[in-house]
């Protein structure tokens, strides 16, 4: 019962670099999103998808892309890496996207940018 | 934008002891719920909210929705050393992204609780 998978579990860039995060989930989940963790600051959405080859920007979506060309997996992209994206990185998904009784989320990525 | 201010921001207690954390917003939410983060994993929900002064329990966790929909709290009875973590309230609206209905869950700062033997 994988649920959802992220890799890589940690990370370190240099400013500039460029990195993908991937997640992939084998719950047949509709619905897939990106966060941020940061101290102080609770979760704060990136991107998100409702569904296979749609992406929306979310709350915090500078500096990142996304892609979802299969329904499984949720990809996010950081073209030029800066130390304001260190951070740990979440991946969600849902059933729904209403009544969708909470999302099931990864064990996350964390990333050090310096 | 929705904010949700979440308190108390850090809490010690002894084994045995009660919790009690709570959350507030401006904004009405549509469902309300509560999410338990362990060191290095990803939030787990515990307990869902789906009606205005909605009373839930789960286990020794009570949560409640607050009456006008922009708050809710959640007790923890006779607390245990596993009880450990970071306590997470989310507040969810439905938004429309290209067509589709879709529940946005806004994010309170979190809770982290310590519990001593």
């Known amino acids: 019962n994988a649920g959802v998978t992220q890799t890589p579990k940690f990370r370190v860039l240099k400013t500039g670099q460029s990195m993908t995060l991937l997640c992939a989930q084998d719950m047949n989940h509709e619905y897939m999103y990106w966060y941020r963790q940061d101290p102080g600051m609770g979760l704060r959405l990136i991107h998100y998808?409702?569904?296979?080859?749609?992406?929306a920007k979310g709350e915090v979506p500078d500096g990142y892309n996304v892609s979802r060309l299969k329904k499984q997996n949720f990809l996010l992209g950081l073209e030029s890496a800066a130390p304001s994206q260190t951070s740990v990185y979440f991946c969600a998904s849902s059933i729904t996207g209403i009544n969708n009784y909470g999302y099931t989320f990864g064990s996350g990525t964390r990333l050090t940018v310096v | 934008g929705q904010q949700l201010n979440q308190s108390p921001q850090s809490m010690f207690i002894q084994e045995g002891e009660d919790v009690s954390m709570n959350c507030t917003s401006s904004s009405i939410f549509n469902t309300w719920l509560w999410y338990k983060q362990d060191p290095g994993e990803g939030p787990v929900l515990l307990i869902a909210l789906y009606k205005a002064g909605e009373l839930t329990s789960n286990g020794r966790l009570t949560a409640q929705f607050g009456i006008t929909r922009k708050d809710s709290f959640l007790n923890i009875s006779a607390s245990i050393p596993s009880d450990v973590g970071i306590y997470f309230c989310a507040g969810q609206t439905y938004t429309n992204a290209g067509g589709t209905s879709y529940g946005k869950l806004t994010f309170g700062q979190g809770t982290i609780l310590t519990v001593h033997p």
């Open positions: 998808s409702v569904g296979e080859g749609t992406t």
